[in-house]
Every structure is written in C-alpha cells, then in structure tokens.
C-alpha cells in the first residue's frame, strides 16, 4: 500500500503570501492531522480532521487553517506568511488498532518564507 | 497527557542493542507508550506502541515497567541506518489526540 503522500516536496514563498499544502491519506484511514517542525524542535500539532470535520486544533492563529474532503485527503492553508512559518510541515493518517490508533506520517513539504 | 523525560543524545556501536530509555512518572492507566524515530528531514517513522505488556515486533522490542512509571525501546542490533532522533510519546490512544512530540533521544550508532 501506499503510504501519506504530500504536495509539493518544497515550496518558497515571499512574507505576505498565502500557501496551500496538500496530503493524501493510506487508503482507508479516514483521518488526519497536520504538524509543524521548526528546525531544531519536535513536531507540533495544529489540526485533526476525521470525517471531513475538524477534531482538534493546535495553538496555532487564524491564519492557519485546513480542510478534509469527501476521499479523505486534505490540504493545509497560511494566509499572511511570517518568516517564522518556515518549516517543516507533516501530514499524519491514522489507523484505529484494536482500542489504540497508529498516527503514520508523510514525508513533510518544507515551506522556506522570504 | 502525561510528560516523558528522555536522554538528549545516546551513542550505540554498530551490532550492538541500543537501549533507549524514557520516564513517564505521572502516566494514566488508559496512556499508551509510543515510539517513533525522525531521520534527518524526513517525516517521522511509527516503530512501536503498548499499554503494559512488552511488545516486540520486526524493528524493536518495547519494555514498560510493571508500574508503568518507566519504558525501554530496544533495537537488537543496531545498524548506521538506525541513526535517528527517537521519540517517546505518551498519550490517550483516541481518535481525538494528537501526538505531542518532546525533544527525543539523538541516538547515533557508531561502526
């Protein structure tokens, strides 16, 4: 099977700007959740979506936002970029197993903001 | 969710296991264990999880203490490919939980 797949591997952008990034899910995994890496530090959450509707939000501002669409995938939105948006970002799909779920991560779209 | 303390940085020689320990003093009785591994600029990769039985499968071996205070993930012989920043993650395992990812364990395996 596939694994989460995330568009596009890199991506720069100018302060001001507005970034779409986008994840698609392991077939059958019916959620997601985003994450943001600065280099040097441990991902950090900013949104879950399961069904198509949010589950849980990080503390992250209003500039971020995301959405779930019907085939599960999702895309993750910055509006106004800071260059302390420059990051790594992680797309995770989960899998229920048994009374546990299994959170597997893509491999990230690094955002560099001028 | 409960707090975990790891090591910042650990060296393994080549062949060897590598023990990499981590305390969670205040975990719940419905917290799982979890360990995931990020090399460098990848996204991170799930290796294991448990409740309160040791687990074991093709990548490590997981060794929680009977009062589940503390933890052990065991890589039975590590290869230079094991060199990684090691996660250890305690959470309730619902669908409404994200992970939260502290500093890890730099482990670099040495030939």
């Known amino acids: 099977d596939a694994g989460v797949t995330q568009s596009p591997t890199h991506l720069i952008k100018t302060r001001g700007q507005q970034v779409t990034l986008r994840c698609s899910p392991i077939?059958?995994?019916?959620?997601v959740s985003w994450y943001q890496q600065v280099l040097g530090q441990g991902p950090q959450f900013i949104f879950q979506y399961y069904e198509k509707e949010e589950r849980g939000r990080g503390n992250f501002p209003d500039r971020f936002s995301a959405r779930q669409f019907p085939n599960y995938s999702s895309e993750l939105n910055v509006n106004a970029l800071l260059l302390g948006d420059s990051a790594l970002y992680l797309c995770a799909s989960r899998r229920q197993q048994g009374m546990a779920d299994t959170q597997y991560f893509g491999p990230g779209t690094r955002l560099t903001v001028l | 969710d409960a707090k975990t303390t790891q090591p910042p940085s650990m060296d393994c020689a080549e062949g060897r296991a590598a023990n990499l320990p981590c305390n969670h003093s205040?975990?719940?009785?419905?917290?799982?264990v979890y360990w995931y591994r990020q090399i460098h600029s990848q996204g991170p990769q799930y290796i294991i999880h448990?409740?309160?039985n040791n687990e074991t499968n093709e990548m490590a071996s997981l060794i929680i203490t009977e009062d589940r205070k503390s933890s052990t993930l065991i890589l039975p012989h590590a290869t230079l490919r094991d060199t990684a920043v090691y996660y250890c993650?305690?959470?309730?395992?619902?669908?409404?939980?994200?992970?939260?990812f502290g500093a890890g364990t730099r482990l670099t395996v040495k030939p």
């Open positions: 993650i305690v959470r309730v395992a619902s669908n409404n939980n994200d992970m939260r």
């Open positions: 448990g409740l309160k």
């Open positions: 077939s059958g995994h019916k959620s």
């Open positions: 205040t975990i719940s009785g419905n917290e799982y």
